[in-house]
């Protein structure tokens, strides 16, 4: 298992603190500190119904942060639904994330320049997705860029999994397959998932490396990713392009909003992996190396305060959605079965009025 930073965010015996400049690693911190307070500030409004329902990421800010500040510009990102926090620092406003879980297609809505990918709700749909935009990029001789994949640890067990690594063994695609084993896909743990003693194993069998890393140290997320985005693009001879990333970590919270996880894990265990928090974690071996102070601490705090509340007004300002909206975003063309939808309920809404469709 890759470590940079121990538990008590000391630099492991023989580690190197990766290539970031000073005010990089401080970024890399504040964002992950914007990911947490975010992510508290979301389960809260679900609670008070300003949300529908929302996947918290607490506990997994290093994995994300991490692996997705080792992006370069023209590399895309493949998101799952819990990918708030790597969204957040390839561009995507946090506004648009509150709308999405708010139930308005417009925060699924990217914009141009972020290279993100449109959340994907169906397990591991997005893994063959993943292959093929980076197949298409190969096809096109685009030698610079690279497609890394965000999946949870159940996602391993679904055929796409297979289908989209063994293609992209085969095809020698660009892609990073980013695992965020969090120990759980709801109420399933990860022994449950795979008899495999760890899940970076499984890239042999594809021909391809596979890279265990410690999910809750950033610094090794980090340097874990940059490699295997360096490789992607540009693989010696005797290497292939893809790599299956393990980063190991927990979810501190629930499922979703809608799970009680306390029916099924021990409490006991989450607070083992409290001590693995990644973000005391950054802020110790940050402050000991003289990067950061406690002034700094409390300014990017208020800051981060700020930023939340703003995004939480503009999310709550936005005038409902047109219904027709849900049908848009996704894909350039409309497919014909989704143009038969959206006539579909044209015809009911004609008929019966949005007031009468609205009634509970
Ligand atoms: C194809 C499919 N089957 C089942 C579900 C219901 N479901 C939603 S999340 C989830 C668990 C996923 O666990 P994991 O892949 O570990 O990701 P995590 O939520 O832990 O990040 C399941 C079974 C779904 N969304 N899609
Ligand atoms: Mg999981």
Same mark, same amino acid.
């Given at each position: ?12 015996? #023989? ?7 000073? +005010? ?82 417009? #925060? ?50 679904? #055929?796409?999994?297979?289908?989209? *690594? ?24 990860? $022994? ?14 594809? #021909? ?51 799970? +009680? ?20 974690? *950054? $802020? ?77």
């Amino acid at each position: 298992m890759v470590r940079v930073l121990d538990e008590d965010g000391e630099l492991v015996d #023989g580690a190197e603190v990766p290539d970031l400049s000073d +005010d990089e690693l401080v970024e890399m911190y504040r964002q992950m500190k914007l990911a947490r307070r975010f992510d508290e500030r979301a389960v809260s409004l679900q609670r008070q119904g300003r949300i529908g329902t929302y996947p918290p990421l607490s506990g997994q800010e290093g994995a994300q942060i991490g692996s997705a500040f080792a992006l370069a510009e023209d590399d895309w990102m493949v998101p799952s639904y819990r990918e708030h926090g790597a969204a957040l620092v390839r561009g995507l406003p946090l506004k648009d994330t509150l709308l999405y879980w708010m139930g308005d297609e417009r #925060g699924n809505s990217v914009p141009e320049d972020a290279n993100i990918f449109t959340v994907a709700v169906p397990i591991a749909s997005q893994i063959p997705h993943a292959t093929g935009l980076a197949w298409a990029s190969k096809l096109r001789d685009e030698e610079d860029k690279a497609f890394l994949c965000y999946f949870g640890d159940g996602a391993t067990s679904e #055929g796409d999994f297979h289908e989209g *690594l063994n293609f992209a063994g085969v095809f020698d695609t660009p892609n990073v397959f980013f695992c965020n084993n969090n120990q759980w896909a709801i109420s399933v743990p990860r $022994e449950r998932q795979t008899a495999s003693e760890t899940i970076a194993q499984k890239a042999e069998a594809y #021909g391809f490396e596979g890279v265990q890393v410690d999910g809750m140290d950033p610094l090794a997320v980090y340097k874990v990713t940059k490699d295997a985005l360096q490789k992607a693009k540009n693989p010696d001879d005797d290497e292939l392009r893809p790599t299956l990333v393990e980063a190991v970590q927990y979810r501190f919270g629930a499922h979703t909003t809608a799970d +009680d996880p306390s029916v099924y894990r021990d409490e006991a265990e989450v607070e083992e992996w409290k001590a693995k928090d990644p973000l005391p974690r *950054l $802020e110790t071996f940050l402050k000991n190396t003289d990067r950061l102070d406690d002034d700094d601490v409390e300014a990017i705090e208020a800051d981060i305060e700020d930023d939340v509340a703003a995004a939480i007004e503009a999310a709550e300002e936005t005038p409902r959605p047109d219904p027709v909206e849900m049908f848009q975003n996704v894909y350039a063309d409309m497919p014909q079965r989704l143009e038969q939808q959206l006539d579909w309920f044209e015809s009911i809404r004609a008929e019966h009025g949005d007031e009468a469709l609205l009634e509970d």
